[in-house]
């Protein structure tokens, strides 16, 4: 059984640092795609940062050069580790994978099938 565990939200001032992590279980990490995605109230859920199954990676454009996403592989998990954050990176977090997923679809929530619960992202000014 696929399951994902998210953690490490919290309350942070703008400019500050959080890292997430995401502990995999269930499946082998580098036969599946994972990610991380984001929903802020009233907003549709978005893909932040993903890794496909041949490590290559996604941005989204407003968190490049702010957001790290790595995987050890060996462990099971997936971390993102975010600096400078900004109030609009206020957002539940989630991760999520899937075993199917080709290149041009790792940053689209709908295409994926297993995800963890969210963690909470507050970013204050």
């Known amino acids: 059984e696929v399951q994902l565990q998210a953690s490490g939200g919290g309350l942070v001032q703008a400019g500050g640092s959080l890292r997430l992590s995401c502990a995999a279980s269930?499946?082998?990490?580098?036969?599946?795609?994972i990610g991380w995605f984001r929903q802020a109230p009233g907003k549709e859920r978005e893909g932040v940062s993903c890794?496909?199954?041949?490590?290559?990676?996604y941005y989204l454009d407003s968190v490049k050069g702010r957001f790290t996403i790595s995987s050890d592989n060996n462990k099971n998990t997936l971390s993102l580790q975010m600096s400078d954050l900004k109030p609009e990176d206020t957002a539940e977090y989630f991760c999520?994978?899937?075993?199917?997923?080709?290149?041009?679809?790792?940053?689209?929530?709908?295409?994926?099938?297993?995800w963890g619960q969210g963690t909470q992202v507050t970013v204050s000014s």
């Open positions: 269930g499946f082998t990490r580098d036969d599946y795609a």
């Open positions: 999520a994978a899937d075993p199917r997923l080709i290149l041009s679809m790792i940053r689209v929530p709908s295409a994926y099938d297993y």
């Open positions: 890794i496909s199954r041949d490590e290559s990676t």
